[in-house]
């Protein structure tokens, strides 16, 4: 299937309905990027598919038709979105901008529902949000009937749009129902919306979705800012904390670790090390995860430990790392979870280890779950990939982008093109991963290989069951532990073959033939190694398997923006264009913001963005003509907001 995409060039910008609500109501002089293709083609009736990273600004190409059309007498645009966190919030940052707008979910009472539904059905509501679970019950559709028949139901916004499909990263049959949208109401534009989708994916979401007539927008999935970093799994708890420490200590960051126990155990590490951290994982009272969850978006310098139950949606733009103590599934998740870091575009870090043992579970959770044996394969497929990024040599940005089918072009270029191929080449490099800032060694490794899988096949043959990696080292190694002088297998042709190899370049090996299927790992015999039909070709020398070396001194040791530093990358940043008076009023309007935030309960970047203070604060505005102009001020926050503000700075 091939999708009708649009890669937009930017337009000139004009006096436009949508210019106009972009400047008054949410206070920003020019769109970016394609936004302003999205909205008028929406706007105007238009379907689109649009693929935009995080913080590239996808709301707004559905906020501004909805308002634009609203204005025209066309009702309300309904917005489909799978969390409540990400509803209060949007809603709030609408109310701020002075834009009517409402929620539907399990957080209100039974009156206030009834409220919400009268406005919504006598049109007033320009955007009104609600799950995809409620908006396909026969209550809903039936309300949108109503609204439909008086012309009161303007578009659809479909956000978080991956999630219709099988083969993305976050799969929610529910979604699959939004299918009824177009069966029902034809004739009411759709957008959907994502910031994550590979090529297979945009196929699966315009099939299920019945989108083939609609017009695909496609950004560029960099984000510069972001600096990728992966090291090789030692201690990573102690990993981690060296980390912080050296590079983001005060900070807010967001760590992912695979189970809930190792949640609970990272969390409370880090608060035993004086860092604010929470925890949130599905195991938790939900009232305890939601509080976590808005200490998290409404405070500054938390840190949040989670399982992937956490981050869809998460707009919070100061987030200045992820880090991953597990490895993740595929490059999708990996993409969207390192994606909520560095919104504000500011510098951020994507952070990560992974050994051994992170791609022997996450195949064995492939290959135990009921799925069919295809899918099954392309799941492995995907793992795969997300492995050649970890091992990779290259630049580590140069194969992400390559994956999505996007040619890495660097910052000076005026476009990023899109086309199909990796582009992954290794002369291209970015100068912010760590494969760029310090080049890896690389090392022969077939050697190593053949011995592994000759001393697999050599212990099964001789015991006649299989043993887990440990122990197939020790013996490669030639170490007489206990466990191998009892099974007698230093006696064993192929014991000591392998002592001039470590642990660790073993380690790197097993995990590259795991990842290409040529060993493969038992999990109902306590993670036993096993030959493969794919191990003959190693055996024999067919397939080469280059790695990359070990590091003594691996890069999360080596300082790189500024070693101990306990001022956030954003608050440095904007501190840095600032002389010392300008830097007080800086200080003063976090202050003043932050009391605000607090009495509309909002997370504080709802009312301000630290860019917005900063441009404030340098203009030491004496009058509300002073303020007009300051992006990110509209007219409903310079009506609110406008006389405080210029009391604060007036100190």
């Known amino acids: 299937m091939v999708l009708k995409t649009a890669h937009a060039p930017a337009l000139a910008q004009d006096d436009t309905a949508a210019h106009s609500v972009l400047q008054q109501v949410f206070g920003y002089a020019q769109f970016r990027g394609p936004q302003q293709a999205v909205v008028e083609h ?3 009736g238009g379907d689109a598919l649009v693929l935009m990273p995080t913080g590239g600004g996808k709301s707004l190409c559905y906020q501004i038709p909805a308002i634009t059309r609203q204005q025209e007498g066309r009702g309300t645009t309904v917005v489909i979105s799978p969390l409540i966190a990400l509803m209060h919030d949007q809603v709030g940052a609408l109310h701020e901008a002075g834009v009517s707008a409402a929620f539907l979910n399990s957080t209100l009472s039974g009156e206030e529902a009834s409220v919400v539904e009268r406005r919504m059905l006598r049109g007033e509501i320009t955007l009104l949000y609600a799950a995809p679970e409620r908006v396909t019950t026969p209550r809903f559709l039936a309300q949108l009937d109503a609204m439909h028949e008086g012309g009161k139901l303007s578009l659809f916004a479909i956000d978080e749009v991956h ?10 049959p529910e979604y699959r129902a939004l299918t009824v949208l ?23 979401i ?26 090789e799994k030692r201690d990573a708890t102690a990993q981690l904390l ?146 050649g990024l970890a091992e990779a040599i290259d630049c580590r940005r140069v194969r992400l982008l390559g994956y999505f089918g996007e040619v890495y072009h660097a910052a000076s270029d005026a476009q990023s093109a899109l086309g199909p191929g990796s582009g992954a080449c290794a002369a291209k490099r970015c100068g912010n991963c760590d494969n760029c800032l310090f080049p890896a060694q690389v090392w022969d490794g077939t050697d190593a290989a053949r011995k592994l899988l000759s001393t697999i096949y050599r212990v099964q043959q001789s015991s006649g069951i299989g043993f887990g990696a440990g122990h197939i080292m020790d013996i490669v190694r030639g170490r007489k532990t206990e466990k191998v002088t009892q099974h007698g297998h230093a006696d064993l042709s192929t014991f000591g073959i392998g002592a001039a190899f470590s642990e660790q370049q073993l380690r790197s090996v097993l995990r590259q033939l795991i990842a290409i299927d040529a060993v493969s790992v038992d999990a109902q015999a306590f993670n036993t190694l096993r030959l493969t039909a794919a191990s003959r070709a190693v055996l024999k ?89 300051i992006s990110g001020i509209g007219i409903k926050k310079l009506e609110a907001y406008g006389d405080e503000v210029l009391r604060v700075v007036g100190l």
């Not at 999630?163 to 929610?172: E, K, L, M, T």
């Open 42 to 44: 929406v706007a105007q």
């Open 206 to 231: 315009v099939e299920r979705l019945q989108l083939q007539d609609a017009r695909a927008f496609v950004s560029s999935f960099d984000r510069p800012n972001i600096r990728y970093t992966i090291v």
């Open 541 to 629: 020398g067919d397939v080469q398997v280059p790695l990359r070396a070990p590091s003594a001194s691996p890069s999360v040791d080596r300082p790189r923006r500024g070693a101990g530093t306990k001022a956030s990358a954003a608050k440095a940043a904007a501190a840095l264009a600032l002389d010392d008076a300008a830097q007080l009023r800086y200080a003063a309007l976090r202050d003043w913001r932050a009391e605000v935030a607090r009495a509309h309960n909002l997370p504080a970047y709802v009312i301000f963005h630290d860019a917005t203070l900063a441009a404030i604060a340098q203009r030491a505005p004496r009058s509300a003509d002073d303020l007009q102009g």
């Open 163 to 172: 999630c219709v499909s099988q083969w993305g990263h976050d799969f929610r």
């Open 182 to 204: 177009h069966q029902r109401y034809p004739g009411v534009p759709r957008i959907a919306l994502t910031a994550t989708a590979d090529a297979l994916t945009r196929e699966d």
């Open 242 to 387: 060296r980390f912080i420490a050296r590079e983001h200590e005060g900070d807010a960051g967001i760590v992912y670790c695979q189970s809930r126990k190792r949640v609970e155990e990272i969390a409370q590490t880090l608060c035993q090390q004086g860092m604010d951290a929470l925890p949130y994982h599905a195991g938790l009272d939900a009232r305890v995860r939601q509080a976590n969850q808005d200490r998290f978006l409404r405070d500054e310098g938390v840190v949040m430990v989670a399982t992937i139950a956490f981050g869809m949606g998460i707009d919070k733009p100061d987030v200045r790392f992820v880090a991953h103590l597990d490895m993740p599934k595929n490059i999708e998740a990996y993409y969207q979870e390192t994606g909520r870091a560095g919104r504000d575009g500011e510098a951020a870090d994507a952070w990560m280890v992974y050994g051994l043992q992170d791609v022997v579970n996450q195949r064995r959770m492939i290959d135990e779950s009921p799925a069919g044996e295809d899918f099954k394969q392309l799941l492995r497929g995907k793992l795969d990939a997300l492995l």
